[in-house]
Nanobody, 119 residues
């Protein structure tokens, strides 16, 4: 699986951004088989989990700091995943990565997209 994240940028605190992750799946595999997730890595910090979504999109899970502000979704027909980020805070500043895996471990990673939230 090859993943391409996009949609990052500079936004003021309280603003919104929508990140997208486009997947390219090898022949013989289907995108809907993969659990998908977003991670982020802030400057000087370790990479952390942000949100995940199950194969058919019915089950989602968020880290506490983004609950109620971020929404993860996927479109299996388009082989894409999104992260709608509202009420952004300076603490959300990070490089955001999309990831995919057949189990709860994520074996495939996109290149990252930078989100900068100014105060």
């Amino acid at each position: 699986v090859q993943l391409q994240a996009s949609g990052g940028g500079l936004v003021q605190a309280g603003g919104s951004l929508r990140l997208s992750c486009a997947a390219s799946v090898a022949s013989g595999r289907t995108f809907s088989r993969y659990n998908m997730a977003w991670f982020r890595q802030a400057p000087g910090k370790e990479r952390e989990f942000v949100a995940r979504i199950g194969r058919v999109g019915g089950i989602t899970y968020y880290t506490d700091s983004v609950k109620g502000r971020f929404t993860i979704s996927r479109d299996n027909a388009k082989q894409t995943m999104s992260l709608q980020m509202n009420s952004l805070e300076p603490e959300d500043t990070a490089v955001y990565y999309c990831a995919a895996g057949l189990a709860m471990e994520y074996d495939y990673w996109g290149q990252g997209t930078l989100v900068t939230v100014s105060s």
